[in-house]
């Protein structure tokens, strides 16, 4: 009897190192197969990542070059409104300096029957022309020169009106 349990026994240990075996080689593969997944899921995150990195520096550039349109656009603006600026003011400059040495002289055109009645004929003409039928009367130099002033300031208001709805315009463009 010794001897079946012996053979038992040994038969025994072979079927506990055969499971033993196949058990190893069962995690070996396991551990294989799960290593190739989490390489593909890797792998398939970091193709994620890089084409993310990719559109948000393509998007960035864009963004940039939106920029530096919008950079070069309001500096030839600003050029451009300096100069308008800079003109106007020499305009108005020239003309006070016309007013003040008497080159030029303001009037205003009055009502001819408010003084002299209806139908009335100038009874003088001006050394420049004949004009029948209006009256000019001419305006104090520094009256003449304020109203000058006042209309510089009213261009220099419009042509910073116009600076300002250009470039509202070009930003709403450029925002579409």
């Not at 084409?51 to 998007?59: I, T, V, Y």
């Not at 939106?66 to 108005?92: F, I, M, P």
Request: net charge positive; proline share 1%; with cysteine.
């Amino acid at each position: 009897m010794k001897i079946d349990s012996v053979k038992w026994g040994g038969v025994l240990l072979i079927i506990l190192a055969l499971m033993a075996g196949s058990a190893w080689v069962a995690s070996a593969w396991q551990a294989n197969a799960y290593s190739q997944q989490l390489a593909a899921k890797e792998a398939a995150y970091q193709t994620e990542r890089t084409n993310l990195a990719n559109a948000n520096s393509a998007q960035i550039l864009a963004e940039q070059g939106k920029r530096l349109a919008l950079e070069q656009w309001l500096a030839a603006s600003d050029q451009s409104h300096y100069r308008a600026l800079t003109d106007e003011k020499t305009k108005q400059a020239r003309l006070r300096d016309r007013l003040a040495t008497a080159d030029l002289r303001l009037s205003v055109q009055l009502d001819a029957t408010a003084s002299t009645g209806c139908d009335a004929v100038q009874a003088t003409t001006g050394a420049c022309g004949m004009v029948h039928g209006t009256h000019r009367a001419r305006l104090d130099p520094a009256h003449a020169q304020r109203i000058i002033g006042i209309a510089g300031d009213g261009d220099q208001g419009l042509i910073a009106l116009q600076a300002c709805q250009a470039y509202a315009r070009k930003i709403g463009f450029m925002n579409l």
